[in-house]
T-cell receptor, first 112, second 110 residues
Framework: DAGITQSPRHKVTETGTPVTLRCHQT?????MYWYRQDPGHGLRLIHY???????DKGEVSDGYSVSRSKTEDFLLTLESATSSQTSVYFC???????????FGEGSRLTVL | DAKTTQPPSMDCAEGRAANLPCNHS???????VYWYRQIHSQGPQYIIH???NNETNEMASLIITEDRKSSTLILPHATLRDTAVYYC???????????FGKGTRLHILP
């Protein structure tokens, strides 16, 4: 299994509070991704990174920011959480250009 | 936007071959076809990918039509553990932005 750890795995928070999800990898892979998954929508790309300090937007980036200050960590931040951001968040990593994605176990976020 | 079309759901009897179709009629010459699956709320898992030729590994076979406008993922002897959502993705190798569609929910029937 790829060495990917997401934290926290479960979080309940209130509307308006900031939340940061962490994705940590031990594989030294270049590419990292954040997806969210909701019933009826499948997996949707939020942000991705193609190197340290290099990030770009995905399909549903509004309300989210990311940072990657070192290879092993990719942080997803919700500056002010809303109920529409209640979801399961998956991190993924990829090594080479044509390589496949390896996913973490997911983080379940509930915004009340 | 996802570049593929998959049926929302399919059934297959246990022990039979499961054939999952994917339509990618606008695929370009340098785009690969990738397949992933997601077993109930776990993180998705890579299965196989190919460009032009058919591919086989320990999990599945990938059959790509000669015009490359469609492909079929074959699970040769489906088991109950193959019940999952299967995603077909088309992308250029150099494209870092990887978009998933809604996939096909495969039910393996005992």
């Amino acid at each position: 299994d790829a060495g990917i750890t997401q934290s926290p795995r479960h979080k309940v928070t209130e509307t308006g509070t900031p939340v940061t999800l962490r994705c940590h990898q031990t594989e030294n892979h270049r590419y990292m991704y954040w997806y969210r998954q909701d019933p009826g929508h499948g997996l949707r790309l939020i942000h991705y990174s193609y190197g340290v300090k290099d990030t770009d937007k995905g399909e549903v980036s509004d309300g989210y920011s990311v940072s990657r200050s070192k290879t092993e960590d990719f942080l997803l931040t919700l500056e002010s959480a809303t109920s529409s951001q209640t979801s399961v968040y998956f991190c993924a990593i990829r090594d080479r250009v044509d390589g496949e994605l390896f996913f973490g176990e997911g983080s379940r976020l509930t915004v009340l | 936007d996802a570049k593929t079309t998959q049926p929302p759901s399919m059934d297959c009897a246990e022990g039979r071959a499961a054939n999952l179709p994917c339509n990618h009629s606008t695929i370009s010459g340098n785009e690969y076809v990738y397949w992933y699956r997601q077993i109930h709320s776990q993180g998705p898992q890579y299965i196989i990918h190919g460009l032009k030729n058919n591919e086989t590994n320990e999990m599945a076979s990938l059959i790509i039509t000669e015009d490359r406008k469609s492909s079929t993922l074959i699970l040769p002897h489906a088991t109950l553990r193959d019940t999952a959502v299967y995603y077909c993705i088309v992308r250029v190798a150099q494209d870092d932005k990887i978009i998933f569609g809604k996939g096909t929910r495969l039910h393996i029937l005992p």
